[in-house]
């Protein structure tokens, strides 16, 4: 599809957007994997007055943020591992470009929600959730809220389907009441903290 095209489809909500107060949501897999045709999206949207977000996992280069940062209102930036070993053994990446990058919408007087995963003995752990807080303690005043996401399996029937090993298979679901020390924590530090995104 065409920029142009997909500007069709997103006015067909105009009427919802301004009586909602919302706006446009670019997510994915990794929007930023097209940064050339996204920032063409945001330049549209933008010109019509729409409010627009981009959801990303942060993984990509600096100069694809630098071509959108003006046109983005709001970022939802996902932390997984904080330990660069434990990023990088769990997602195949480093967090160092990653965390760079939270650093650099910062530094842009960016808006931001910290969406954290919580998966069962990785992300969910003390350890984790402390080095989260003490990361990002520095950008307090740009983060909107932290969203916690407790980890779920509606993937299981599709790893089925596709008959691949589910390595996920047998962790726990932790639902919205497990959340509650977590979300504690970071209550604690001030942070303004939401179960669910």
Do not use: W
Not at 35 to 49: D, M, P, V, Y
Not at 106 to 121: H, S, T, V
């Amino acid at each position: 599809m065409s920029s142009d095209e997909i500007m069709e489809m997103i006015r067909k909500d105009e009427v919802f957007y301004r009586s909602s107060g919302g706006g446009v949501t670019f997510s994915g897999g990794e929007p930023l994997l097209q940064a050339t045709f996204l920032k063409e999206l945001l330049e549209k949207c933008k010109s019509e007055n729409f409010h627009t977000t981009v959801d990303t996992s942060g993984f990509t280069n600096k100069a694809d943020f630098a071509e959108i940062i003006e046109f983005t209102d709001l970022f939802l930036y996902d932390l997984k591992p904080m330990d660069p070993q434990e990023h990088l053994y769990y997602t195949g990446v480093s967090n160092r470009i990653i965390l760079e990058n939270l650093d650099f919408l910062y530094e842009n007087g960016k808006k931001i929600i910290i969406r954290i995963p919580l998966i069962p003995g990785i992300t969910d752990t003390g350890e984790n959730i402390h080095s989260v807080i003490t990361f990002l303690s520095h950008l307090k005043e740009k983060i909107v809220e932290v969203n916690l996401l407790p980890y779920h399996s509606i993937g299981k029937n599709k790893y089925r389907k596709l008959e691949v090993p589910d390595r996920m298979d047998g962790l726990p679901l932790n639902y919205e009441n497990d959340c509650s020390a977590i979300k504690r924590m970071l209550e604690q530090e001030n942070f303004k903290v939401k179960t669910g995104g």
